[in-house]
T-cell receptor, first 117, second 111 residues
């Protein structure tokens, strides 16, 4: 069974940093793109970033370019989202997911990041 | 990266059919057959319902169907059931630089 489990969310001040982690199991991790999607409180889904199976390619939404970095450790079946220079508008539940057939196939339960002073 | 356009809310009675639209542009929905749909119940993670425009993952009831015409994709739910009450989001690939774009979501109420 495919499982994805996020961790690392919490409360941080504007301008601060946070590192989200995502542990995956139940599939050949290095064969799949992995994605982060976020959802601000009461708002819709927003694609944030993804990374190729071998880590050779990364993509980001415009508003996080230069501030967020996605990475993965295939030996640990884990993907990470390093978030720096955080803004109030980055407050959201962050979902980690496995890409599947050009879709976001398997989602974790999410981890909440709150940026507030 | 503009969101795809969905109706904010829709409703239907049990047993009826509803169709949720998702309008994009010739750079996303109109350009690629990589349209997917997600169902999200309150407080839960989204669930993939449709991929490749019209394909259902195993376990998704065949009451859920989808299609695309031009820049607009559609999700149809037939024989509405109480458990279909949820938020629904469309998503499309939008090319190498924009990557992925979601719709704003549609809140479906089963009356």
């Amino acid at each position: 069974e495919v499982q994805v489990l996020e961790s690392g969310g919490g409360l941080v001040q504007p301008g601060g940093s946070l590192r989200l982690s995502c542990a995956a199991s139940g599939f050949s991790f290095s064969s799949y793109w992995m994605t982060w999607v976020r959802q601000a409180p009461g708002k819709g889904l927003e694609w944030v970033a993804n990374i190729k199976g071998d880590g050779s390619e990364e993509n980001y939404m415009d508003s996080v370019k230069g501030r967020f970095t996605i990475s993965r450790d295939n030996a640990k079946n884990s993907v990470y989202l390093q978030m720096t220079t955080l803004r109030v508008e980055d407050t959201a539940v962050y979902y980690c997911a496995r890409d599947w057939n050009w879709s976001v196939g398997n989602w974790g339960q999410g981890t909440l990041a709150i940026v507030s002073s | 990266q503009s969101a795809l356009t969905q109706p904010r809310s829709m409703s239907g009675s049990p047993g009826q059919s509803v169709t949720i639209s998702c309008t994009g542009t010739s750079s996303d929905v109109g350009a690629y057959n990589y349209v997917s749909w997600y169902q999200q119940h309150p407080g839960k993670a989204p669930k993939l319902m449709i991929y490749y425009v019209s394909q259902r993952p195993s376990g998704v009831p065949d009451r859920f169907s989808a299609s695309k015409s031009g820049n607009t994709a559609s999700l149809t739910i037939s024989g509405l059931q109480a458990e279909d009450e949820a938020d629904y989001y469309c998503c499309s690939y939008a090319g190498r630089y924009t990557n992925w774009v979601f719709g704003g979501g549609t809140k479906l109420t089963v009356l």
